[in-house]
């Protein structure tokens, strides 16, 4: 498997991620929705995924012009972004 480190502002719907959750364990999930959010003044990156099992998982960026871009570990493209396009997506590239 190939992770690959993708800027925020690169990922797109249907990229397989690997995606952090609480506790320090991974899982993967496919992008099925990319867009902004305003907080305030400011304006957040958002990306939406989907597990397996249909969980959903928000991701929140705010861009700032001295840091680096934050990160996620792309795994695949392509995948249809639904948690059974997700299914297939690792069966076929052995992930599962």
Known sequence: MHHVAVPFYLIRVGDVIDRPLRGGLDSFGVVTEVGEEKAGEAVNQLIVSVDEEGERQRLEWRPCPDT??????????????????LQDYLTQHHMQ
């Open 68 to 85: 680096e871009a934050s990160t996620l570990d792309r795994v695949g493209e392509g995948c249809v972004p639904t948690p059974k396009g």
